[in-house]
């Protein structure tokens, strides 16, 4: 007994002990816990020490300053279910998603399975602008699609579709499924022709590469006073389409008097935004009205000018993609057009046709040109004066008819002329085409490289420089005399076409200053845009080059 009670309270006392070390072992590590060490670690990343350093200053020298910034974000609440149908309105011009918002809930078409109205969710999109229709016989590619009530318009009102066909003179039928306001079921007809905006001699006339196309649907004549609200091609009238395009018709009571169109921009690593300026800025003084320039690619500061003209009001830029399977990842599709020229002029006729139609009733004349040519008046300031004053009446002294086209005469100003003569020092040299006052004394041979006013009452289909094929009387050309205005060309060498010819234009260069009516209002108005967009910030130059610099690698 005695020994049992002695075993028992040793056990008891060991238990004591034990408890009592090991709260003194939590206590212990408690207590170091709180003791902040900032020892060095080989496995600790150094820029986290120092961070951990800065905030106990921060910590103690300051309660308030920290906890007082605030990021700076767009707190602009989400967009309401009709805002975001107006945005994508915005983005995408040439689907009719207002229309369809409002009579989403409502069944429409011949019945249930027979040409339904498609819904947007339905529609099969490629590279992001463009519809498809897939028939038994090639697919096809869609743009956009405008109302064409010209009175030279023969066929009477008629919407044109615009896009690619994989066929060289197709010859699938179609049918187009008018759809208009008020009305649940589509006006049906057949497509009236396939118009083809390229000529077979140019190359790649071959089967299976996507070709444009402008295709005639013309409103039968009990609804021809009535505008489509949307349109979608099929090949058999009752098909349920995948495609549904808003049919565009802009058509303001009076006509302004010149616009420019300018194909997909491709200039993802060359930063020609301060000629750029200097080019807008010179059309905007000969009497441009609006510049409408096409986006395929371009370079961060390019982006900067087109948004500052564009809430200016001076430009209008659509985004663009290449048709089909064509490449349009950044670099690899400037690489590709570089190499696939004949694809690259073939896609171009895309933008120009549906410049010219989105603006044909707004504008008298359409000029397509590159932000590297200028149509220059060899006497006065302004295309008005050119047209008015000098081409007209002598165009109409000839023939009473006015032409589809009044085509400029073509003439390099090569960047090394300048050379042998050097700089101007009353000129920035950032002002490009004031600087380049010399050029090849001869032109380019007769129809050869110009560029046109085009008449809008007149042009069926545009190429870069003359029309395929016109409305009425045909595609007649009224060559501008080189002693009333003549097209500035401004290049470091003759297109390649030229080069045998560009050695002896080289030779015989002469002096041309006829832009420099034009020096003050144009110095003026460049230095001006670029001081309010930070182009002569030295810290923001820095920053382009180091931007720049790590693109490129």
Request: contains cysteine.
């Amino acid at each position: 007994m005695f020994l049992q009670g002695n075993r028992g309270g040793r056990f008891f006392t060991k238990v004591i002990t034990l408890g009592i070390i090991w709260a003194v072992i939590i206590y212990t590590a408690l207590q170091f816990r709180s003791i902040k060490l900032d020892v060095p670690m080989p496995h600790l990343n150094s820029r986290f020490l120092l961070q951990k350093r800065l905030d106990t200053l921060t910590r103690h020298d300051s309660t308030t300053e920290a906890t007082d910034i605030e990021p700076s974000v767009d707190k602009s609440p989400s967009l309401s279910e009709d805002k975001l149908i107006n945005d994508i309105q915005n983005r995408l011009p040439n689907l009719p998603i207002v229309y369809w918002n409002l009579h989403k809930n409502q069944p429409m078409g011949m019945n249930r399975t027979c040409a339904r109205f498609p819904s947007i969710l339905d529609i099969e999109f490629n590279n992001n602008y463009w519809q498809t229709l897939h028939t038994s016989n090639g697919t096809f590619h869609f743009f956009g699609a405008y109302l064409d009530k010209r009175k030279n318009n023969r066929l009477g009102p008629t919407v044109r579709v615009l896009g690619m066909i994989d066929r060289i003179e197709p010859t699938v039928i179609t049918h187009c499924q008018f759809w208009f306001d008020g009305k649940k079921e589509p006006v049906i007809a057949k497509s009236f022709e396939y118009k083809y905006i390229w000529y077979k001699k140019w190359g790649n006339y071959k089967q299976g590469i996507f070709q444009p196309y402008l295709t005639a649907c013309v409103i039968p004549q009990k609804y021809n006073s009535l505008v489509p609200q949307s349109i979608s091609l099929v090949e058999k009238p009752c098909d349920n389409s995948t495609n549904n395009l808003r049919v565009i018709y802009d058509a303001p009571k009076e006509k302004k008097d010149f616009a420019v169109c300018v194909k997909g921009l491709d200039f993802l690593h060359e930063d020609l935004s301060v000629r750029l300026v200097e080019w807008i800025e010179l059309l905007n003084l000969l009497g441009a009205d609006k510049v409408f320039l096409y986006q395929l690619q371009v370079h961060p500061n390019i982006t900067k000018i087109l948004d500052h003209y564009e809430k200016e009001g001076k430009v209008q830029v659509t985004p663009i993609t290449l048709a089909g399977v064509l490449p349009n990842a950044p670099a690899l599709q400037h690489y590709f057009l570089s190499k696939k020229t004949n694809h690259k002029r073939q896609n171009e006729l895309i933008p120009y046709n549906d410049c010219f139609y989105k603006n044909m009733y707004k504008y008298k004349y359409i000029a397509l040109l590159d932000i590297d040519e200028v149509i220059m008046p060899i006497e006065g300031t302004t295309w008005k004066d050119l047209m008015e004053n000098k081409v007209l009446p002598k165009a109409l002294k000839s023939n009473k008819e006015e032409r589809a086209s009044y085509n400029v005469r073509n003439v390099y100003f090569l960047d090394d002329l300048i050379h042998d003569h050097g700089w101007f020092k009353e000129i920035p040299k950032y002002m490009h085409m004031l600087q380049h006052v010399y050029r090849t004394k001869n032109f380019t041979k007769p129809g050869q490289y110009v560029k046109c006013f085009h008449n809008t009452e007149k042009v069926l289909t545009l190429h870069n420089h003359f029309p395929l094929s016109c409305l009425g009387s045909g595609c007649t050309s009224y060559p501008i005399e080189t002693t009333d205005a003549q097209l500035q060309h401004y290049r470091a060498d003759c297109v390649k076409t030229l080069k045998k010819s560009c050695e002896e234009f080289r030779k015989t260069s002469v002096m041309d200053t006829t832009i420099w009516k034009f020096k003050e209002p144009l110095i003026q108005r460049v230095s001006s845009t670029l001081k309010t967009l930070g182009f002569f910030n030295s810290n923001n130059n820095s920053d382009m080059l180091k931007e720049s610099s790590i693109r490129k690698r």
